[in-house]
């Protein structure tokens, strides 16, 4: 056995020598930081003080049509074409993805492909070649490939302008979502996949326990930004006359000349939906770092609960100390 390391001394702080002033410890100043912040709350001051007091912002306006009926409806347009969107986005983009990282170099080819084609083209542009579909095939077959057809449906019937849309969107969507999953894969290091396999771990149990735990963590992140774009990507599909949120308030606005107070109702709600999804993707996350951090960090109600809490403690020791003061000022009376 080998004999244990000596313990090192480390110096500590000097002590004050008998008759000499204890060692006055002074923290560091940072006054640039302060001045940062001064400006930085001026300019946020400002800023509300501009929102606030200037009348051509119609807040009153902005409060009577916030929840207005037909701008409700179309919030919930919103909602459903975004959740289509993302949903048949990153199916279609998983499949995809494992194109990519496939060994058949037709399936990588195919998929590469149809990441360079969807990415390249302009959503706006894919949104209008959907809805014109019917110019290039007035009706949709069904049947064998390359062979008869049992039945044939027009193209009009078959492919509405929300249907058109949910097509463009997911399609778009895929590209970018394949791109996302792929890169998940990759971030998993392949000798753990390795030492499962010679383990004789079944090969969908390695995909559920081993790489998917440690993939979500670089897919949600990037997943999350996508789908707080696709909130506000549908404001796209005006062009096809759909009543989502921004088209509606244009057609509103149209009506009454309330223009900057109909655009602040829809910033709003593109904000109330846009922040719903940012807490949803931060504890998504938070979920997914269990496998990498020891301690999890806390979220923000814990940290409030934390602050108040210590507030709350200074509170109580400034109040035990005056008390204890006033008691012994009464003891020496």
Not at 6 to 27: F, N, S, T, Y
Not at 154 to 178: K, R, V, W
Not at 200 to 205: L, V
Request: charged content about 15%.
């Amino acid at each position: 056995m080998t004999a244990p390391a000596p313990a090192i001394d480390r110096p500590g702080p000097p002590e004050a020598q008998p008759g000499e002033k204890p060692l006055k410890v002074v923290p560091a100043r940072h006054p640039w930081r302060w001045a940062a912040t001064a400006v930085t709350l001026v300019l946020v001051a400002m800023a509300g003080n501009a929102l606030v007091t200037n009348p051509a912002w119609d807040w009153h306006f902005v409060g009577q049509y916030l929840f207005y009926e037909t701008v409700l409806r179309s919030v919930g347009v919103t909602l459903r074409l975004t959740v289509l969107g993302i949903v048949l986005g990153f199916l279609l983009g998983t499949v995809i993805a494992l194109m990519r990282l496939s060994a058949s170099p037709l399936l990588t080819t195919v998929a590469w492909g149809y990441v360079w084609l969807f990415r390249s083209v302009p959503l706006i542009l894919q949104l209008l070649f959907w809805f014109n579909l019917a110019l290039l095939y007035d009706q949709i077959s069904f049947g064998i490939p390359f062979g008869p057809s049992f039945f044939a449906v027009g193209t009009m019937d078959l492919i509405g302008p929300m249907t058109a849309a949910t097509l463009g969107l997911a399609l778009h969507q895929a590209a970018y979502a394949a791109e996302i999953v792929r890169s998940g894969f990759l971030s998993v290091d392949q000798g753990q996949l390795e030492a499962a396999a010679a383990l004789g771990i079944p090969r969908g149990r390695q995909v559920r326990r081993i790489l998917l735990p440690q993939a979500m963590r670089s897919i949600v992140p990037n997943a999350g930004n996508e789908i707080i774009g696709m909130v506000k990507g549908t404001s796209v599909v005006y062009i096809m006359a759909i009543p989502e949120l921004f088209y509606q308030v244009q057609v509103i606005y149209a009506r009454n000349g309330r223009v900057i107070a109909l655009l602040l109702v829809a910033a709003i709600w593109y904000l109330l939906l846009t922040t719903v999804l940012s807490i949803v993707q931060y504890h998504v996350e938070r979920h997914y770092a269990r496998g990498a951090v020891r301690t999890l960090p806390p979220t923000p109600l814990q940290r409030v609960r934390r602050f108040a809490g210590n507030v709350a403690a200074a509170r109580r020791q400034r109040r035990a100390g005056r008390e204890q003061f006033a008691a012994d000022l009464a003891g020496e009376r």
